[in-house]
């Protein structure tokens, strides 16, 4: 399978502990976004790499999430100190033109 | 900024009927159109889009949009819809240079009853 990956697909914490989602994009893409999406609502934007480099940040990305692209191949983003709000769909996504592809998503439960 | 408004939240429809999911848009600088479909636990998958050309496109699974640059609108319509059609609809824009990050809408549901 050569599509958009993301592990893992659910993940339950407790609140006040970190979490770690990774994403494999397509391998000759080189722009990766990641999106949030809470129930009934779209995908909204939190963070967009070009290769290695992290261009741009949402403002609904709070200093508790970090996002990492190494060498420009997969990304993970890393969630500290999780809060109830921070349950949703965490999408990833990857582009070399104008479409983007996206992973199945990894939906967080924060309790 | 873009913004994209779903005109409907919810579309019940008889199989093998008519549909058109409405979709609005705001931008004050050029934009692509996509519409995604998200199955239940899925991720997105696209059903077309408009870059530039033809105001008519064709996508997938007999879907097609018709973008109105003066109504800032790209409503999507079946002629004929299936059982397997229900799903969540997405419309989004993506700024022409730039970032390109999607701006969605907030969906709408797709019910196709038998």
């Known amino acids: 399978d050569t599509g958009v990956s993301q592990n893992p697909r659910h993940k339950i914490t407790k609140r006040g502990q970190n979490v770690t989602f990774r994403c494999d994009p397509i391998s000759e893409h080189n722009r990766l976004y990641w999106y949030r999406q809470t129930l009934g609502q779209g995908p909204e934007f939190l963070t967009y790499?070009?290769?290695?480099?992290?261009?741009?940040k949402s403002r609904l990305l709070s200093d508790r999430f970090s996002a990492e692209r190494p060498k420009g191949s997969f990304s993970t983003l890393e969630i500290q100190r999780t809060e109830q709000g921070d349950s949703a769909m965490y999408l990833c996504a990857s582009s070399q033109g104008t479409e983007q592809f996206f992973g199945p998503g990894t939906r967080l439960t924060v309790l | 900024a873009q913004s994209v408004t779903q005109l409907d939240s919810q579309v019940p429809v008889f199989e093998e009927a008519p549909v058109e999911l409405r979709c609005n848009y705001s931008?004050?600088?050029?934009?692509?159109l996509f519409w995604y479909v998200q199955y239940p636990n899925q991720g997105l998958q696209l059903l077309l889009k408009y870059l530039s050309g033809s105001t008519l496109v064709k996508g997938i699974n007999g879907f097609e949009a018709e973008f109105n640059k003066s109504q800032t609108s790209f409503h999507l319509r079946k002629p004929s819809v299936h059982i397997s059609d229900t799903a969540e609809y997405f419309c989004a824009v993506s700024e022409v240079t730039g970032r390109r990050a999607l701006t969605f809408g907030s969906g709408t549901r797709l019910q196709v009853q038998p």
């Open positions: 931008s004050s600088v050029s934009v692509y």
């Open positions: 790499f070009q290769n290695e480099a992290q261009l741009e």
